[in-house]
């Protein structure tokens, strides 16, 4: 039996057949949209075949995020809406960890209907946005110019800017998401020069923080290190933690928790699950939170879809890679926002070692 990768062009819409729904038709047009306005704003929009298997393959389509006259930009979070935030620098500087940026040059940045729209925390110096609902709050954090110190923020849609600090924890306040109902979730890291390793995941709900404090079964001690880093509209957490000497994936939907590592789930290899949506699809990449050499990024799909009885099992990862590069090599990426249609995005290094944003949509 032949098959052959799925060809698709992004500037047309891929499900607009007779047999489709309406709504399937305008989701795919906003899609394809999308994809438009980047490709605007950024001059490039391509294809990845990703092959699964001789005859299962998927098709992934990308296009390139870049901050006008920056130096490097990375794509963190991505709403339901199509909005698209993220970070940005005018000066080379390369942080210490991938997952949460240490350079004192960093600013935020939105990207809405194919503008570009750069945000700085009134009076800081620093500003880096993680995270975005679908009413435009934002998330992140920014560091004082008149003192110095870091703080975790709400940036909500009225504009008004609220601070946000884990208790004795100082500077080290790192929100990654927030959903529409304002639960935002995050953890406590490094944030000065030095970077560092996330000591505690956290919930924040209504002015409180939860700790939030995954274990494997067998093992009531507990992680040493541990952060949630994304919540989708319908409470499902995502995060990371270090156990059994390896950095796991984790996902907890009520009272049920998974840990899985990437690529052969059996706790082999050091793994970040970086994105959660409501239908409990999941994104990160190999490595633990500070692993440069890293950046094979992965999405599966529904990884509660196939369970019987709460019985676990094992997710069907698919590959997300931007590229080929010049010399037809995969590039490094790291995926990192994830909405309810299953649009990433994230950054990947080019051959250059330039470091870019992408957006994804898979046809799956």
């Not at 110019?145 to 009225?158: C, E, L, P, Q």
């Amino acid at each position: 039996m032949r098959c052959g990768p799925l060809r698709i062009n992004p500037l047309q819409n891929p499900l607009s057949k007779n047999h489709r729904v309406r709504d399937d038709r305008m989701q795919s047009w906003r899609w394809s949209r999308a994809l438009q306005l980047a490709e605007l704003a950024s001059g490039d929009v391509h294809s990845g075949i990703i092959t699964l298997s001789p005859c299962v393959r998927h098709q992934i389509t990308y296009a390139p995020i870049n901050v006008p006259g920056a130096v490097s930009t990375q794509a963190r979070g991505i709403n339901n809406n199509g909005e698209i935030v993220g970070f940005y620098k005018n000066t080379p500087c390369l942080d210490s960890d991938i997952r949460v940026p240490n350079c004192p040059n960093i600013k935020g940045f939105k990207l809405v209907n194919g503008a570009y729209i750069k945000l700085m925390v009134s009076g800081s110096s620093r500003t880096v946005i993680m995270g975005v609902n679908d009413l435009g709050d934002l998330v992140g954090y920014y560091t004082k110019s008149s003192d110095g110190t870091t703080h975790g923020f709400i940036w909500y849609h009225t504009n008004v800017v609220r601070t946000i600090d884990y208790p004795n924890a100082p500077n080290a306040t790192v929100p990654f998401g927030i959903n529409k109902a304002g639960i935002v979730v995050g953890g406590t890291f490094g944030t000065g020069p030095n970077g560092g390793f996330p000591g505690s995941g956290w919930v924040w709900a209504n002015g409180t923080f939860s700790t939030m404090n995954p274990t494997l079964p067998g093992n009531p001690a507990g992680a040493c290190c541990w952060a949630v880093t994304s919540i989708s509209n319908t409470g499902v957490l995502a995060g990371l933690l270090f156990q059994s000497d390896y950095w796991q994936a984790w996902m907890k939907a009520g009272t049920d928790q998974d840990f899985f590592t990437y690529p052969t789930v059996i706790q082999c290899c050091d793994t970040s699950a970086t994105g959660v949506n409501s239908n409990v699809d999941m994104i990160g990449f190999d490595g633990g939170p500070s692993s440069y050499s890293a950046g094979a990024g992965w999405f599966t799909k529904h990884i509660e879809l196939n369970e019987v009885n709460d019985a676990e099992v094992t997710p069907h990862f698919i590959k997300v890679a931007y590229g080929p590069g010049s010399d037809n090599t995969v590039l490094q990426t790291f995926p990192f926002g994830l909405n309810d249609s299953r649009g990433i995005v994230g950054t990947y290094f080019d051959a250059n070692n330039q470091q870019h944003g992408f957006l994804a949509k898979p046809n799956f």
